[in-house]
């Protein structure tokens, strides 16, 4: 892991640019995790580290995830985002293009879109765990950082498939707003770490019903729903210090 | 209003039983209200009122809303609970018994018990408002208690019919888990104010799509639901804090 870049935020969040191999990520830290050396940080107790991804493979630098992820660092977590594979700025196929490029039309036509979704998003997840858990290993051999890890994304699907797949994952916060693949609604209930699940009742491109159906089928004994009126982008601002209240009883 | 009898309790709560005509009632008062004469108390803020009622005309005394109400008022709030006209200990007519009756046996035989919820539930409602309206004339006269008023209860049906009736009612809390007459179903869009509605996911006796479509049918713009799974008496311990949090934002 290289840092290329870093900025210190005037809430003593420390922002840094990384790369691993391939994999472009941002990592924010608290104050008192990694910014003054590796001696002092080894004397503070290690940062619970958060992974935060946004929906569909949108970049790490979209301006939402990046609010929440220096919130959610000035609360005392490490935050680290990345562009996995086929995300963000990373290269993609020819093929993922011309997908993208009929998804938006049949979208702007009023058109059914679930099977365009599916073949879309579907092999995204699968390809983006990958780099998300090679992340994992590197950020979690850093000074300063340590356990119980939590997932906070936009991205549901992603998340579920992250949390089946990585035991090291003690907690998480799914946004219900995004198109989830018939393969992770379907392994929901292999999913059984406690659950903050997130959900705009009025949300014009995702189902409110099958959203419903999705927290439903979660495995989790402690699993919350919080679903507040107004659109995809409407989540009030009093939802962030939740999901991050939600974060504090079981990482810290 | 007259004040039979007071406990100081540990975390610097009074607790006060109440009469105002032929109703009982309870007052919780934060450290900082009433507890040290009016001179004091009147230099204070005055500390917002929450009107607390439980379900379907349960006693005042029942100990989920007792442990509430002393959690409230430790936050800073006065909290107040009384038995309305045909609730707890108030005298009941032999009809009113009746009807109790029948309800237990339907419900042992497993029958649907709808029919006479409405017949039962329906009356004690209107019944009961009156009774509230009283009440919260007398408390606002009191020293060291001042508006904005709040009303967080089990009771969703009472809560829904005196916060159409009652301007004075800034923020509401209600609980998914109790019998909502047709009457209050249908005056539930001309609740504006805003809304915290907490629903228990397995609740046994009560439909969660009933819930769903009354946290749906609110005409509240700020209007949040959190749902948990378990049954009716489940609600974890930290919604409590999450419902004061929400009485914090509208009230101080």
Request: glycine share 12%.
């Given at each position: 892991m290289?840092?290329?870049s870093?900025?210190?935020?005037?809430?003593?969040?420390?922002?840094?640019?990384?790369?691993?191999?391939?994999?472009?990520?941002?990592?924010?830290?608290?104050?008192?995790?990694?910014?003054?050396?590796?001696?002092q940080?080894?004397?503070?107790?290690?940062?619970?580290?958060?992974?935060?991804?946004?929906?569909?493979?949108?970049?790490?630098?979209?301006?939402?995830?990046?609010?929440?992820?220096?919130?959610?660092?000035?609360?005392?977590?490490?935050v680290?985002?990345?562009?996995?594979?086929?995300?963000?700025?990373?290269?993609?196929?020819?093929?993922?293009?011309?997908?993208?490029?009929?998804?938006r039309?049949?979208?702007?036509?009023?058109?059914?879109?679930?099977?365009?979704?599916?073949?879309?998003?579907?092999p995204?997840?699968?390809?983006?765990?990958?780099?998300?858990?090679?992340?994992?290993?590197?950020?979690?051999?850093?000074?300063?950082?340590?356990?119980?890890?939590g997932?906070?994304?936009?991205?549901?699907?992603?998340?579920?498939?992250?949390?089946?797949?990585?035991?090291?994952?003690a907690?998480?916060?799914?946004?219900?707003?995004?198109?989830?693949?018939?393969a992770?609604?379907?392994e929901?209930?292999?999913?059984?770490?406690?659950?903050?699940?997130?959900?705009q009742?009025?949300?014009?491109?995702?189902?409110?019903?099958?959203?419903?159906?999705?927290?439903?089928?979660?495995?989790?004994?402690?699993?919350?729903?919080?679903?507040?009126?107004?659109?995809?982008?409407?989540?009030?601002?009093?939802?962030?210090?939740?999901?991050?209240?939600?974060?504090?009883?079981?990482?810290?």
């Amino acid at each position: 892991m290289q840092f290329t870049s870093e900025q210190h935020l005037d809430d003593g969040v420390l922002e840094r640019e990384f790369t691993l191999g391939e994999i472009p990520g941002t990592l924010w830290t608290p104050g008192s995790a990694g910014s003054s050396g590796a001696a002092q940080a080894a004397q503070a107790a290690p940062a619970p580290l958060v992974l935060m991804a946004h929906n569909n493979g949108l970049p790490k630098a979209e301006p939402r995830l990046v609010a929440r992820a220096r919130y959610t660092a000035a609360r005392g977590y490490a935050v680290a985002s990345i562009d996995a594979a086929g995300c963000g700025d990373r290269p993609r196929s020819a093929a993922d293009e011309q997908t993208r490029a009929e998804l938006r039309r049949a979208m702007r036509a009023g058109e059914p879109v679930d099977e365009i979704f599916e073949s879309f998003i579907g092999p995204l997840v699968e390809k983006a765990v990958p780099d998300w858990r090679t992340t994992l290993d590197a950020l979690l051999d850093l000074p300063g950082i340590g356990g119980p890890v939590g997932y906070s994304g936009g991205w549901a699907a992603l998340g579920i498939r992250l949390v089946v797949a990585e035991p090291r994952i003690a907690a998480a916060g799914f946004f219900a707003g995004g198109y989830v693949p018939r393969a992770q609604r379907e392994e929901a209930r292999r999913v059984t770490i406690p659950l903050f699940f997130l959900l705009q009742w009025d949300d014009e491109g995702n189902p409110r019903q099958r959203a419903l159906d999705l927290f439903d089928a979660f495995g989790s004994k402690e699993k919350t729903l919080h679903a507040n009126p107004g659109g995809h982008t409407g989540t009030p601002s009093f939802e962030l210090e939740d999901g991050c209240r939600f974060l504090d009883r079981h990482l810290k």
